[in-house]
């Protein structure tokens, strides 16, 4: 299928199977659907996540999938050192994956995330 075709596939599926909820990014009210946070910048596809081109540019990459009126949404995204992402309603326990991997446990409270540039040494000989 590919990974352009069955990250559409896997965004229908969340959105149908999903509510929207309420969280608070660096402070920013806002109503989503779903909350990026990936190490690196993520070359777009469509505004979707889908490949870095390098592995050491030393940000992170955020993306919002914003909740409007009826059926509308918008992408917001931006880059940042570190992020602070807060669930204002903690009884909405939206599920959430750590390195592309679905977790069992659902997002509750405070997440913040930070980029240690330099913290991860890869040799190669």
């Known amino acids: 299928m590919?990974?352009?075709l069955g990250a559409?596939?896997?965004a229908r599926r969340v959105l149908r199977e999903s509510t929207?909820?309420?969280v608070s990014v660096n402070g920013e009210a806002a109503r989503v659907w779903s909350v990026f946070v990936g190490v690196n910048d993520y070359r777009t596809l469509e505004q979707g996540p889908l490949w870095r081109?390098?592995?050491d540019d030393g940000t992170?990459?955020?993306r919002l999938l914003h909740a409007g009126g009826g059926s509308r949404m918008s992408v917001q995204s931006f880059h940042a050192d570190e992020v602070r992402i807060a669930l204002h309603d903690r009884?909405?326990?939206p599920g959430f994956a750590c390195d592309g991997e679905a977790s069992v446990e659902q997002l509750a409270g405070v997440v913040e995330v930070a980029m240690r540039r330099?913290?991860?040494r890869v040799?190669?000989?």
């Open 8 to 10: 559409v596939f896997a």
């Open 123 to 125: 040799y190669a000989g």
């Open 60 to 62: 992170l990459d955020v």
């Open 53 to 55: 081109g390098r592995l």
């Open 2 to 4: 590919g990974k352009p």
């Open 20 to 22: 929207p909820f309420t």
């Open 91 to 93: 009884s909405a326990k």
């Open 118 to 120: 330099g913290g991860l």
